[in-house]
C-alpha cells in the first residue's frame, strides 16, 4: 500500500509540475522565417508605438481627459499583452528550446486571459464616454469625472484579472499525465484542455458561457452607445458637426472591430469546428497585430496626439541645440 501510495504521488507531481513543449506557429523554412522577420517587425513598432502613447498622455497637459486616460489603459495592456505573448515565443523559436515550465505556462494563461478580458471590457466601456461626449456635451464633465474613470478602467482591470485567475488555478489543477506537446506557440486555455487526462466538458462549457458574457456584454454596450450617438448625429443641425462627432468615434470603432473580429472567432466557435492552424493565425493577430495598430489608429488619426508629439519633438530639438 505504501508503495502505491508512493508510486500514485509521484504521478501527481509529475503530472502537475512537468515542462510543456510548445509547438509554435514557425517552420524554419524561408518563407516562415521572413514572417517570423515581419512578426517581430511589428512587435518591435506595437512595443514602441505604445510607449511613445503613454508618455505623451502622461506628460501633455491637453492630453489629460477621460477619452486619453482610458486610451492610455489600453495602451498599458496592448503593452502588456505583446510582452506576455512575443518574448517567449521569438526565445523558444530562435534557441529551439520550445519547453516551458508549468509556472510559466500557468503565468502565461493567467495574464494572457486577465489583459484580453480586461481589453474587451474597456473598449466596451470607452463606447460609452464617447456617447456622453457627443449626446451630452454639456454634462460631459460632470458624468465623466475623475472618479467615474477610475471606477471604470479599475472595474474594467478587476473583471478581468478575477476571470484570468479563475481560469488560470482551474486549468492547472487538471492533471496533465499524457502528452504534454501543447499545439500552440502560447498555453492557451483551449490548447492545454486537450491535454488533460480528466474529462474537461463541464469545464469547457462553462468556459464557453464566460466567454459569451465577457464579449457580449461589452459588445451590446458599444452597439447601444453607438446607436445612441447615430441618433444623436441624426438630429444635429450642422453637417460639419456630424462629421467631427463621427470622425471622433472612426477610430474607437476601427479598434472594436479588430478586437473583437478575432477573439469572437477565437473564443465563440463550438470546440467541433476548432483548426489549431487557423487559431494559431487569428491568435497572431489580435495578440500581435491590434496592439500595434491602436496606437497608429489613435495618434495618426488625432490631431491632439500628433500635436503633443509634434510639442515633443520641438522640446528634444531646442533642448539638444542648447
Known amino acids: 500500500m ?21 509547438l509554435g506557429i514557425f517552420s524554419h523554412s524561408p518563407p516562415d522565417l521572413a514572417l517570423f522577420s515581419v512578426v517581430m517587425v511589428v512587435f518591435s513598432v506595437a512595443l514602441c508605438g505604445n510607449v511613445l502613447l ?53 503565468m502565461q494563461v493567467g495574464l494572457f486571459v486577465s489583459l484580453v478580458g480586461s481589453e474587451g471590457l474597456l473598449l466596451g466601456l470607452m463606447a460609452y464616454d ?29 473583471f478581468g484579472t478575477l476571470d484570468g485567475l479563475i481560469q488560470m488555478v482551474v486549468v492547472m489543477t487538471f492533471p496533465y499525465c499524457g502528452s504534454r506537446v501543447v499545439d500552440h506557440f502560447f498555453c492557451e486555455v483551449p490548447a492545454l484542455l486537450k491535454l488533460a ?31 445612441r450617438i447615430l441618433g444623436s448625429v441624426l438630429h444635429m443641425h450642422s453637417a460639419q458637426a456630424g462629421k467631427r462627432a463621427l470622425a471622433t468615434c472612426s477610430s474607437h470603432m476601427t479598434a472594436v472591430s479588430l478586437f473583437y473580429g478575432a477573439a469572437m472567432f477565437i473564443y465563440l466557435r463550438p470546440r467541433r469546428y476548432r483548426i489549431p492552424s487557423h487559431d494559431k ?40 541645440q542648447h
Not at 505504501?2 to 510548445?22: H, P, Q, Y
Request: glycine share 6%.
Open 2 to 22: 505504501m508503495v502505491n501510495n508512493r508510486a500514485t504521488g509521484m504521478w501527481l507531481n509529475e503530472s502537475s509540475t512537468g515542462d510543456f513543449i510548445l
Open 54 to 106: 503613454l508618455a505623451l498622455i502622461g506628460t501633455d497637459s491637453r492630453l489629460h481627459t477621460p477619452m486619453y486616460f482610458f486610451l492610455s489603459q489600453l495602451s498599458l495592456m496592448d503593452l502588456m499583452l505583446v510582452c506576455t505573448i512575443v518574448p517567449k515565443m521569438a526565445t523558444s523559436f530562435l534557441s529551439g528550446r520550445k519547453t516551458i515550465s508549468f509556472v510559466g505556462c500557468g
Open 130 to 158: 464617447r456617447y456622453v461626449a457627443i449626446s451630452h456635451p454639456l454634462h460631459y464633465s460632470t458624468r465623466m469625472s475623475q472618479s467615474v474613470c477610475l471606477q471604470i478602467a479599475g472595474s474594467s482591470w478587476a
Open 197 to 227: 487526462c480528466v474529462d474537461t466538458s463541464l469545464f469547457e462549457t462553462l468556459l464557453f458561457a464566460c466567454c459569451v458574457f465577457m464579449l457580449l456584454l461589452p459588445f451590446s454596450i458599444i452597439v447601444a452607445s453607438y446607436v
Open 281 to 320: 493565425v487569428v491568435s497572431i493577430f489580435y495578440t500581435v497585430l491590434t496592439p500595434m495598430l491602436n496606437p497608429l489608429i489613435y495618434s495618426l488619426r488625432n490631431r491632439d496626439v500628433m500635436g503633443a508629439l509634434r510639442k515633443g519633438l520641438d522640446c528634444c530639438r531646442s533642448s539638444s
